[in-house]
């Protein structure tokens, strides 16, 4: 009687344990398959385009080519001044131009900046002439000239003047200005012993000169930088607030095409 009740039973009712391994392996074998095909799709597998040169066009061009390839682009800097470029250029861009790529891949733009830093001049007149232009390089001004004229006292500026007009100390200038350091030559010799300075007293007042400008530049230098971080700031809000006024324009586009399809149907 048993033996006819087994020869009634199913495949799977004999065998459970091979027909539900069977099973597990054939939904593993699905489960990869379709994991897989989402693996493709959020990576865009086989999916490259290339990239196009953006590099020396205006950041508005470079953005509408970008835009019109179906590529995501972000600033990775607009701090920085260059004077061979135009204010709001494509300096460098990365990846490169003409490498492929995949469309979920990010294109970071180097931008010039819209304008060149503005920092307040240092007093620099009785300081001599080299410590003078050391300090303007290294306070970020690209043309620093020094010229002589006659004087009773050899190595100190006497004016300071930018773009060929005499500044006050602490008035708002451009890097880009060409300063002028007008130094003492010394050619005048002084006859009257009573008008001689001492060597000591000159070297004490130069030293006091120095700690002085010193002081200053670390002063103007953080206020220079805190400025800098300001505007950049600035500009990533502005940024933010123009990528929401174009997305909203995009979905106006979007909505105004719906129901002017809605309206003909």
Same mark, same amino acid.
């Given at each position: 009687?048993?033996? @006819?009740?087994?020869?009634?039973?199913? *495949?799977?009712?004999?065998?459970?344990?091979?027909? @539900?391994?069977?099973?597990? &392996?054939?939904?593993?074998?699905?489960?990869?398959?379709?994991?897989?095909? *989402?693996?493709?799709?959020?990576?865009s597998h086989g999916q490259q385009v290339q990239v196009p040169d953006? %590099? @020396?066009?205006?950041?508005?061009?470079?953005?509408?080519?970008?835009?019109?390839?179906g590529l995501r682009w972000e600033i990775s800097d607009s701090t920085? *001044? /260059?004077?061979? /470029?135009?204010?709001?250029?494509?300096?460098?861009?990365?990846?490169?131009?003409?490498?492929?790529?995949?469309?979920? %891949?990010?294109? /970071?733009?180097? +931008?010039?900046?819209?304008?060149?830093?503005?920092?307040?001049?240092?007093?620099?007149?009785?300081?001599?002439?080299?410590?003078?232009?050391?300090?303007?390089?290294?306070? $970020? *001004?690209?043309?620093?000239?020094?010229?002589?004229?006659? =004087? #009773?006292?050899?190595?100190?500026?006497?004016?300071?003047?930018?773009?060929?007009?005499?500044?006050?100390? =602490?008035?708002? +200038?451009? +890097?880009? =200005?060409?300063?002028?350091?007008?130094?003492?030559? $010394?050619?005048? +010799?002084?006859?009257?012993?009573?008008?001689?300075?001492?060597?000591?007293?000159?070297?004490?007042?130069?030293?006091? @000169? /120095?700690?002085?400008?010193?002081?200053?530049?670390?002063?103007?230098?953080? &206020?220079?930088? &805190?400025?800098? #971080?300001?505007?950049?700031?600035?500009? #990533?809000?502005?940024?933010?607030?123009?990528?929401?006024?174009?997305?909203?324009?995009?979905?106006?586009?979007?909505?105004?095409?719906?129901?002017?399809?809605?309206?003909?149907?």
């Amino acid at each position: 009687m048993s033996k @006819n009740t087994d020869k009634n039973k199913s *495949f799977r009712d004999r065998h459970p344990i091979l027909v @539900n391994s069977a099973l597990m &392996a054939l939904a593993l074998v699905a489960l990869g398959y379709i994991a897989l095909l *989402f693996i493709d799709v959020f990576t865009s597998h086989g999916q490259q385009v290339q990239v196009p040169d953006v %590099r @020396n066009l205006p950041l508005e061009k470079a953005i509408e080519i970008l835009d019109d390839a179906g590529l995501r682009w972000e600033i990775s800097d607009s701090t920085t *001044f /260059y004077e061979n /470029y135009k204010p709001g250029t494509v300096i460098d861009q990365d990846p490169k131009a003409k490498s492929y790529i995949k469309k979920i %891949r990010i294109i /970071y733009l180097n +931008v010039n900046a819209m304008h060149a830093p503005i920092i307040p001049l240092p007093k620099l007149v009785d300081l001599p002439g080299r410590q003078g232009a050391a300090m303007l390089k290294a306070m $970020g *001004f690209k043309h620093v000239d020094i010229d002589s004229v006659p =004087s #009773e006292l050899g190595g100190l500026i006497l004016q300071v003047t930018v773009n060929g007009h005499n500044v006050a100390p =602490s008035t708002p +200038v451009s +890097v880009n =200005s060409v300063v002028k350091i007008i130094v003492g030559d $010394g050619s005048i +010799v002084d006859l009257n012993p009573e008008q001689i300075i001492d060597p000591e007293l000159m070297d004490s007042i130069d030293e006091q @000169n /120095y700690q002085e400008a010193q002081k200053t530049y670390e002063v103007e230098m953080k &206020a220079a930088q &805190a400025r800098a #971080e300001q505007e950049r700031r600035n500009q #990533e809000v502005q940024e933010k607030n123009d990528n929401k006024k174009d997305d909203k324009k995009s979905s106006d586009k979007d909505k105004k095409k719906e129901q002017n399809k809605d309206k003909k149907s």
